[in-house]
Every structure is written in structure tokens, then in C-alpha cells.
């Protein structure tokens, strides 16, 4: 009985019960990638991607070049993209990420400090051209919700890189940002 309840949990890969239970993989979001919606999003918004993978939290300047975007971009646009520049032994794979009408919905396993599916739900509102605010309204290790006292730390640590690295983008700015069923 252990045996099943932990293979149940996600938290650990037991072969063949934690299949029974959908524990060793990350949520279905209903998001598929496709070469199409790879080089559509990639149309829209023109990067050229250089170099080795860089580390976002660093503080070295890793952005040249000015690029002007004016696009909805479709779950599955993003959800490619980010799968195709995932660097290699990632902390997440498996990523997916569907918007919904206000907010974005994160599905991935967890493959650092825990081999485990996550998932969160966040409410993203654009305060200023370079401030976004985030409202975690869920996240999931496995089958265990992260309790509320937690849930605040960890959105004012992502809500602070994701500020910090906009702020780190010479010129970068975001005038518009909407979220939709579906498409941002």
C-alpha cells in the first residue's frame, strides 16, 4: 500500500504504477507543438537567436538589437518556441503553456531537486511598459497543492526576475500585453 501511495503522489517514478495513476507526467494543458506553429511564431516575432544558451539570471547584458512586435501569439506558437530554445538537462521539460482569459496556465516536469510533474495557474497584469505583476493562483508538485504561505514567496521571487530581466533589456517595453483564451 506505501508502494501504490507514493507511485500515486508523482513525487517519485515507481515503473508501471505511476503510469496507472497519470503521476509521471505533467498535466495535459490540450497544447500540442508542431513545426507549423514553430516557424509561425517565428515570423511574427523575428529573433535571432546567437550563440550558446545564456543564463537569464545572470546579470551580463545578452540582448543587442531592437525588434518591434505586434502579434497574438497562439498557445501552441509558444508552447514550440519555448520547447525548441529549452536548454539542454533543463530544469522543466515537457513544457506547456495555454493562456486564459486574464492569466496563464504552466504544465511541466520537474527533472531538478525533484523529478515530479508541476503545474501553476498565475494572473499576469501589466502594470507599467516595464512591470508586469503576477497573481499565482495554484501550484501542484505532483498531487500536492503548494500551501498558500508558500505561494506568496515564490510569486514575489518570479514576479521580481521577470521585472529584472525586462528592466535589463535595453529599450524593451511592452505597451500592450492581453490574455486570452487561448492566445496572448
Known amino acids: 500500500l506505501i508502494v501504490i501511495a507514493v507511485a500515486a503522489t508523482g513525487l517519485y517514478d515507481i515503473p508501471g504504477l505511476s503510469s496507472l495513476f497519470n503521476a509521471n507526467k505533467p498535466k495535459d494543458l490540450g497544447v500540442v507543438t508542431s513545426p507549423e506553429a514553430l516557424a509561425s511564431i517565428k515570423a511574427d516575432v ?3 537567436i546567437t550563440g550558446e544558451p545564456a543564463d537569464y539570471s545572470s546579470g551580463s547584458d545578452i540582448f543587442s538589437g531592437e525588434v518591434a512586435v505586434d502579434t497574438q501569439l497562439t498557445a501552441e506558437e509558444v ?3 519555448l520547447r525548441e530554445y529549452q536548454k539542454p538537462n533543463s530544469i522543466l521539460t ?3 503553456v495555454r493562456q486564459f482569459e486574464g492569466g496563464l496556465e ?4 520537474a527533472n531538478k531537486y525533484i523529478k515530479a510533474p508541476v503545474y ?7 502594470i507599467n511598459p516595464q512591470t508586469v505583476s503576477l497573481d499565482i493562483q495554484q501550484v501542484k508538485v505532483g498531487i500536492f497543492p503548494v500551501p498558500d504561505k508558500y505561494l506568496k ?3 514575489n521571487l518570479l514576479e521580481g526576475q521577470v521585472n529584472n530581466l525586462i528592466n535589463r533589456v535595453p529599450g524593451f517595453s511592452i505597451e500592450e500585453y492581453e490574455l486570452h483564451d487561448g492566445y496572448a
Open 106 to 109: 504552466i504544465s511541466a516536469m
Open 46 to 48: 523575428p529573433l535571432k
Open 79 to 81: 508552447t514550440s518556441w
Open 153 to 155: 514567496q515564490i510569486e
Open 94 to 96: 515537457d513544457l506547456q
Open 120 to 126: 501553476a495557474k498565475i494572473n499576469v497584469d501589466l
